[in-house]
C-alpha cells in the first residue's frame, strides 16, 4: 500500500472515531439529530416494503389460475374511484352463462375454460347445528372451474357431467369448512344447510392458504347450474382459461376477447365491456393505483430529510463554535485544513448514515408488520436501502461541507484565544 493511501486511511480512521467521540459527547443533541434522519429514512423504506409485500402477495394470490392462466370478469379488479370511469364500468352488462359457453366452444386453443359465479356472506349449518360466520363464499362451477382454478381435490370426488346437468344438490368444501363444522368427522357424505336448501358433501378441496389477509379454503362450491336454480338465472359469470402453453398464452387471451366482443355485440371502435384478468395486468394496476401514494410519501420522506439536514448543519456550526480552542489546539500542533475539513465531513456523514440505518431498520420492520397481518412473505428491499443509505451519505456531506468549511478555515491564533 502506497505511503498516500495509508495516510489518507489512516486521516478517514482517525476522523471516525472523533466523529463518534463528539456524537458520544452530546449524546441527546446528537440523538434528536438522528430522530429527524430516521423519520424521513423510515417514510421511504417503510412504504415500499409494504409496496413490495403487497405485490408479492398478489402475485402469489393470482397463481391460483395455474400456469399461462387468465380470468375474463364484469369489473376490473381495481377501479381509479373517477366517477366517469365508474359510471362508465357501471353500465356494463353482466357475462351471461350463455356467453361463457360460447368461450368454451370456440376457443379452440385454450387447454381448459372454467365458468363461475358467487358471493358471499353466507351461513353454513351443519346436520348438529353448529354455524360458520356469515362470510363464506358460495359459488356454482362446472367441472373444468376446478382445473383452470388449479384446485386439487384432497377427499372425496369432483361433479360428474350428469350432476351438473341436473342441479344436483351437490357440494364441495373448502378446508376450512371441514375444520369449522367437522371436527374429527369424516365430511363426506354429510349434508350442510345454506339459505334453507341442504347440500350432500361429494369432495373436499386441498388447502389453498390465505391471500391478501383473506381465507381462500372458506368457501362451498356447488354445481354452476344448481346454484342458477337457488339464487335466480340473472348472475353475472366469470371465465377462468388456461392457455395450452406460454408460446400461444397471448393468442389465446387474444381469441377469447374475439369471441366476446363477437357475442355481446361490442362494436369494432369500442372498447372492450368485460375484463380480463392476468398476473400481470392485475400488478400493473395495482402499481398505477399506488403510484401517487409512492410519489407523495417519497415528496415527504425528501421534505424530512431536508429538514433534517438543516439540523445537522444547524448543530455541526454550533459544534464547531464549541470546539474551537480544539481546532485551534490541532492546527498548532500541525493538522492542516484538509485534516480539519475530513473530521467535521465524516461526523456529520456518521450522524446522518447512522440515522438512515436506524431509519432503514424501522421501515423493514414497520413494512413487513404489513406482510404479518396479509400472512405474506416478508422481505428486504436491498435496492430501496442502498438508495436510502446513499441519500444520507449525500444529506450528511452537502449539509456538513459549509461548518467543515468554516471549521478548516478558523484563524489558529483566535482559535487559541477563544474562551
Not at 389477509?213 to 362450491?221: H, I, R
Not at 395450452?244 to 361490442?266: F, H, K, M, P
Not at 467543515?404 to 483566535?414: G, V
Request: with cysteine.
Amino acid at each position: 500500500m502506497s505511503p498516500i493511501v495509508e495516510t489518507f486511511l489512516h486521516e478517514i480512521k482517525e476522523g471516525f472515531f472523533m466523529a463518534i467521540g463528539a456524537l458520544r459527547t452530546n449524546k441527546l443533541r446528537s440523538a434528536l439529530t438522528l430522530l429527524g434522519i430516521a423519520v424521513g429514512v423510515f417514510s421511504i423504506i417503510g412504504v415500499m416494503t409494504a409496496m413490495g409485500v403487497l405485490v408479492n402477495s398478489i402475485e402469489s394470490g393470482m397463481n391460483f389460475l395455474g400456469a399461462h392462466a387468465f380470468q375474463v370478469q364484469k369489473f376490473p379488479p381495481f377501479q381509479n374511484g373517477d366517477p366517469k370511469e365508474w359510471a362508465k364500468l357501471r353500465n356494463r352488462k353482466d357475462i351471461t352463462l350463455a356467453q361463457g359457453f360460447a368461450v368454451k366452444e370456440r376457443a379452440t386453443i385454450a387447454k381448459a375454460v372454467g365458468l363461475y359465479c358467487g358471493n358471499g356472506g353466507k351461513v353454513v349449518i351443519s346436520p348438529r347445528g353448529e354455524k360458520t360466520n356469515p362470510n363464506v363464499y358460495v359459488t356454482g362451477r362446472d367441472i373444468e372451474a376446478f382445473e383452470a382454478n388449479n384446485w386439487t381435490i384432497e377427499d372425496g370426488r369432483l361433479f360428474t357431467q350428469e350432476e351438473v346437468s341436473s342441479g344436483k344438490f351437490v357440494a364441495i368444501v373448502g378446508a376450512e369448512i371441514v375444520k369449522k363444522l367437522f371436527v374429527k368427522i369424516d365430511p363426506i357424505g354429510e349434508t350442510i344447510r345454506i339459505d334453507g336448501r341442504d347440500y350432500h358433501i361429494i369432495g373436499i378441496v386441498q388447502k389453498q392458504g390465505n391471500v391478501l389477509g383473506g381465507n381462500s379454503d372458506y368457501f362451498v362450491t356447488v354445481p354452476i347450474t344448481t346454484y342458477f336454480s337457488v339464487y335466480g338465472k340473472d348472475q353475472a359469470i366469470s371465465i377462468k382459461v388456461i392457455a395450452e402453453s406460454a408460446d400461444n398464452y397471448d393468442d389465446c387471451i387474444e381469441q377469447v376477447r374475439g369471441v366476446l366482443r363477437t357475442v355481446r355485440n361490442v362494436p369494432p371502435e369500442d372498447d372492450d365491456d368485460f375484463s380480463i384478468v392476468s398476473n400481470d395486468s392485475l400488478v400493473s394496476q395495482f402499481n398505477e393505483m399506488t403510484q401517487y401514494v409512492r410519489m407523495g410519501i417519497m415528496l415527504i420522506s425528501a421534505i424530512a430529510l431536508l429538514a433534517a439536514g438543516v439540523g445537522i448543519m444547524n448543530i455541526m456550526l454550533v459544534s464547531v463554535t464549541e470546539r474551537t480552542r480544539e481546532i485551534g489546539i490541532r492546527k498548532a500542533i500541525g493538522a492542516r485544513k484538509n485534516n480539519i475539513l475530513t473530521q467535521f465531513i465524516l461526523e456529520a456523514v456518521v450522524l446522518s448514515e447512522l440515522g438512515g440505518i436506524i431509519g432503514i431498520i424501522m421501515g423493514v420492520i414497520g413494512g413487513n408488520l404489513a406482510a404479518m397481518a396479509l400472512e405474506a412473505t416478508p422481505m428486504f428491499p436491498f435496492d430501496w436501502a442502498a438508495i436510502g443509505f446513499i441519500a444520507c451519505s449525500v444529506v450528511g456531506i452537502v449539509f456538513g461541507v459549509y461548518p467543515a468549511w468554516k471549521a478548516a478555515n478558523l484563524d489558529p491564533i483566535d482559535s487559541l484565544r477563544y474562551e
